[in-house]
């Protein structure tokens, strides 16, 4: 078996496991994905799902008195939990 062989099997073999290995990671992740819908993206306090959130004056935006979500006044500024991460605020993507 001369190098060239050897190395041009060795690729192959490799380029292999990686395709099978990915093949794998895919169908995880697609499996994964389809149980996230069901589960919520972050626990809301259950006065809040059945009648709301109850958002009172604060600071410059408005913040749930029931579970402290927080919406801000203007576009383009930051809403929701510190705890969880602010997101932006925005009509339009960038």
């Known amino acids: 078996m ?3 062989i050897f190395w041009a ?3 192959a073999t490799m380029a292999f496991g ?3 290995a990915t093949f794998i990671a895919v169908g995880k992740t697609r499996a994964k994905a389809r149980l996230a819908p069901k589960e919520p993206a ?5 006065a809040c799902v059945a009648g709301g959130h109850n958002y009172k004056v604060f600071n ?6 029931t579970c402290g979500n927080h919406i801000s006044s203007h576009e383009g500024e930051l ?3 510190t705890e969880d ?6 009509r339009e993507p960038r």
């Open 2 to 4: 001369t190098p060239t």
């Open 60 to 65: 410059t935006g408005y913040r749930c008195a």
């Open 42 to 46: 972050r626990r809301i306090h259950e």
């Open 18 to 20: 990686v395709g099978i």
């Open 79 to 81: 809403y929701g939990r």
């Open 9 to 11: 099997l060795l690729t």
């Open 85 to 90: 991460g602010r997101q932006e605020r925005r």
